[in-house]
């Protein structure tokens, strides 16, 4: 997730680069062509249907990237949760605050004896929509699933939500991709999606 909004920044900084050069160009050429010479220039080669097009075009395909970002910029905030599940990363331990239905309630989960293995792993639905608000209590930590490509950043004094729907049952492991103090390694993520039939 964050190499797609460090690529999308990038994106958007050559988009401005290059909509901030093209009118200034057409300016400079435009006042230089007017400051040369008192005869309107007339070109022998004109095409007004290939002028047209390559102006029509171009019109069209900005104004569907322009669409296709609101509608990802806006994912996250008109997407309807049915539930909303708290996340807290800690030095070293993750704490979930979930929905009661199927067995929730607030709760830490430690690292087991096993690799990659918790004592309370965090219980979601399937087919389900969340709301995933992700914190920290210390130092910053990253609730990272790979098996879902999914990686929120925890940030002390600040609450960072994502949408999250799992589209199929089992027991996923993640880890924090951060590297958060001497006891890193000992954090995992353990999330295990099941069928509900509470919903």
Not at 164 to 177: H, I, L, N, P, T
Request: glycine content about 6%.
């Amino acid at each position: 997730m964050l190499i797609v909004n460090s690529l999308y920044l990038d994106l958007v900084r050559y988009v401005l680069v290059l909509c901030c050069f093209i009118p200034m160009w057409v300016f400079v050429v435009l006042g230089w062509q007017l400051l040369d010479s008192q005869v309107p220039l007339s070109l022998e080669d004109e095409n007004n249907p290939v002028e047209l097009a390559w102006t029509v075009i171009p019109t069209f395909a900005v104004l569907g990237l322009c669409y296709f970002n609101l509608r990802c910029l806006g994912y996250d905030y008109f997407t309807p949760a049915k539930y909303v599940a708290k996340i807290v990363g800690h030095q070293w331990y993750w704490s979930y605050d979930v929905p009661c239905p199927c067995g929730g309630g607030s709760y830490d989960s430690f690292m087991s004896d096993f690799i990659n293995s918790v004592d309370k792993p965090l219980r979601l639905y399937s087919l389900c929509p969340y709301s995933l608000l992700v914190t920290s209590a210390d130092v910053i930590h990253s609730f990272s699933l790979p098996s879902f490509s999914f990686k929120v950043d925890a940030v002390p004094g600040r609450i960072n939500q994502v949408s999250f729907m799992a589209d199929r049952v089992g027991v996923f492991v993640g880890y924090c991709s951060e590297l958060c103090g001497a006891g890193h390694a000992y954090m995992p993520i353990v999330v295990e999606v099941v069928n509900c039939k509470l919903r």
